[in-house]
Nanobody, 121 residues
Framework: QVQLVESGGGLVQAGDSLRLSCAASGRGFSNYAMGWFRQAPGKEREFVAAISQRTGGTYYADSVKGRFAISRDTAKNTMFLQMNRLKPEDTAVYYC??????????????WGQGTQVTVSS
């Protein structure tokens, strides 16, 4: 069982940066692939980024590639999402998630409660 808590969201202007954190507690953080998803009002939850626990390989949605960077610190049981050059269309609730393997679909077993990111134009 893994518990996930996101932090770092907020209100920023277009072009600014934010760094989201996802703190994990419980057993076996290093055994899980981790992902970030987001959900805007009236829209379905969509994939943002993921990182493999086996290879360290990273995966990104086309809409964030080159602007966002996912990373994890296994020693601190924490995952990060560095978001640069933010756009108004990045506005959403951001969720971190854990699963036994990397997936670009929202099939992850464990989810955090979400953190709001709002980007004004």
């Amino acid at each position: 069982q893994v518990q996930l808590v996101e932090s770092g969201g907020g209100l920023v202007q277009a072009g600014d940066s934010l760094r989201l954190s996802c703190a994990a507690s419980g057993r076996g953080f290093s055994n899980y692939a981790m992902g970030w998803f987001r959900q805007a009002p009236g829209k379905e939850r969509e994939f943002v980024a993921a990182i493999s626990q086996r290879t360290g390989g990273t995966y990104y949605a086309d809409s964030v590639k080159g602007r966002f960077a996912i990373s994890r610190d296994t020693a601190k049981n924490t995952m990060f999402l560095q978001m640069n050059r933010l756009k108004p269309e990045d506005t959403a609730v951001y969720y971190c998630a854990a699963h036994w393997q990397v997936s670009l679909a929202p099939v992850y077993e464990y989810w955090g409660q979400g953190t709001q990111v709002t980007v004004s134009s």
